[in-house]
Structure formats: C-alpha cells, structure tokens
C-alpha cells in the first residue's frame, strides 16, 4: 500500500513556473512507478509524465514536453513535478498516483493502471 499527498498547487500567471510535489508513505514506494495526471473542469483524467521506480526513466505527454520535468528522490519518499512555461490549457487539478506493478519501467498512461491516488492540488494558469 502507498498513501500520497501532493502539495504546490497555486495560481500562477502563463508563462510561469511551478513545482507539484507528492509525498508517499508505506513500504511499497521505493518499487513503484509513479505518474503525475490532471483533470480539468468537465474533462476526463489525462496522463502527465511517468518515472520509473527506480528514477532510470520518464515519459512525457506531447502536450507538456519540453515544459515539464518529473523527478523522484525514494530516500525522501517523494516524487515531484517541475511546471515550466505554464499555459492557461495547464489549469487543472493534478494528481499523483502509484503504479500496480512492482519494478515497473514502462509508459503506461491508462489510470486504471494505478491503484493508488493522492488527494490532488488545484493549478490555475491565468492568462
């Protein structure tokens, strides 16, 4: 079992910067990859940005490529995401959420691959 709580949420102009972070407990968060998805007003759950379990690789959306960075630390049991150059369309409710396969090192972008979620953190990009 892995429980997370992400943080960094805010209201930040277009063009600007934030940086999400997820903090997860259990036993089970130094074998699990973890992803980063956002849900905006009236729009289904899109995936983000994945980083394997053991932070060797990531996988990106096109739409956030090149702008975001997702990194992990699992001495600190935490996993972050770095928001560069932030567009309105980014305004959303992003969540982090833990993988269902231990040593997963793959691009799975389907939530329903993710048995664990966080609570969310609001991101509003005004124009």
């Known amino acids: 079992q892995v429980q997370l709580v992400e943080s960094g949420g805010g209201l930040v102009q277009a063009g600007g910067s934030l940086r999400l972070s997820c903090a997860a407990s259990?036993?089970?968060?130094?074998?699990?990859?973890m992803g980063w998805f956002r849900q905006a007003p009236g729009k289904e759950r899109e995936f983000v940005a994945i980083?394997?379990?053991?932070?060797?690789?990531?996988y990106y959306a096109d739409s956030v490529k090149g702008r975001f960075t997702i990194s992990r630390d699992n001495a600190k049991n935490t996993v972050s995401l770095q928001m560069n150059t932030l567009k309105p369309e980014d305004t959303a409710v992003y969540y982090c959420?833990?993988?269902?396969?231990?040593?997963?090192?793959?691009?799975?972008?389907?939530?329903?691959?993710?048995?664990?979620w966080g609570q969310g953190t609001q991101v509003t990009v005004s124009s």
């Open positions: 959420a833990a993988h269902r396969i231990k040593f997963y090192s793959g691009r799975s972008a389907d939530p329903k691959e993710y048995p664990y």
């Open positions: 259990g036993r089970t968060f130094g074998t699990s990859a």
């Open positions: 980083i394997s379990w053991s932070g060797g690789s990531t």
